[in-house]
């Protein structure tokens, strides 16, 4: 046998697992289009007649973005695609759920959202696109590392200068687009500057200078950069009262600089300090005082003598049992407002599906998470890494704060829940952030070409041929 007729793993006829990702995919499809003939049935004894174009509309939008994974990054994690696409179109059927309710439905909103959030998904689906055909290389984003942090203060900053919604400063409004949320940008953005940051500094900030309780103490002069991103996220909570993007902010940085140095003495002032900081801005904050008592006691009435929005969510959840009462089927228009549709979307979820189909949904998120864990693990660069390990951190932060706020574990943050809920900020860049790890994990498990045999190597094998 020659030499040229042998064959590796690692040069040619590597599984890419685009036929999986294509069959996952079409469960992805069908389980949302029977989710929406069930509730068209269960609250108006008929069919959508929409079902169609709502099918045809995910189908191309779901098998376009599959072409183009096969093209562009044909080696890439086959799981990302199915679940984000089937977690958009569980999203997009609660919505429309949710419009048929008319106390839900608020005017000044402009009427029914499920077709705006189609809108938004579209061009949340457009913008991965676009980030598969031109980031050929993720390694190309760490030439943007301080760029990246010029871009997300400016994202965080904004909003400051818009007027509050539901006592927040989290919007801000373009003529002829509508309101949108940096923060979810912001997170992509910041990820990027992080991951850049800590690939140079990370021998400096692992050093300790003494032991004490059995953690490794950093060195004062390496606490600089922790303290600024403490010091920001605490601005961002007492200039916008926004508990959500300050907890994620700093959250996300603390769980880069661990992994980054593997110190576990970074978690704990990590903990200290996000614990002092949010005792201390909500011992003055009204609107985080209002939250955090609500968190508190759930069933006190409100001011308008109202039952919360708090209580309301539990009572869904309680009323849903383990198997729900059926789509269509609950109550959640009591919880009031456009609520149903953002904060509060997973309690919709818990009453209708029950306590199965909660833990089906947080499964898949559970999953999501895991992938971009697993790419993490398996990129053959430290920026990748921790890039990686960076946007799995803040989807898995904003997953756990939104969940948490809904079922009672924390205080209600205000953050959305992302691809389930109402809000074109969020699924934009929850898109570009699905994009982003599937090029990290397209080069990762990209098989290296094998080596091209030396003259000296064939000529021996040429010799011992028969």
Known sequence: MSASNTTTITSIGAPNRRNTELALLVFAIVIPLFAYVNVGLAMNNAVPTSLLGYGVGLGVMAGGAHLLVRKYAPYADPLMLPIATLLNGLGLVLIWRLDQEPTITTPQL?????????????????????VLIFLKDHRILQRYTYISMFAALVLLVLPVFFP???????WITIPGVGSLQPGEFAKVVITVFFAGYLMVKRDALALASRRFMGMYLPRGRDLGPILV???MSMLILVFETDLGTSLLFFGLFVIMLYVATERTSWIVFGLLLSGAGAVAVGSYESHVQVRVQNWLHPLKLASNGGVTETAQSQY??????????????????????????SDYILATVGEELGLAGLMAVLLLYGLLIERGIRTALAARDPFGKLLAIGLSGAFALQVFVVAGGVTGLIPLTGMTMPFLAQGGSSVIANWALIAILLRISDTARRPAPSPAPSPDAEATQVVRSP
């Open 164 to 170: 509050p919604v539901y006592g927040a400063r989290i």
């Open 316 to 341: 869904a959840f309680g009323s849903g049992g383990i198997f729900g009462s059926g789509l269509g089927q609950g109550y959640s228009r009591l919880i009031g407002g456009i609520a149903p549709k």
């Open 229 to 231: 991103i403490w010091a």
């Open 110 to 130: 402009g009427g029914p959202l499920a077709p705006k959030q189609l809108v938004w998904s579209a061009i949340g689906l457009a913008l991965f696109v676009i």
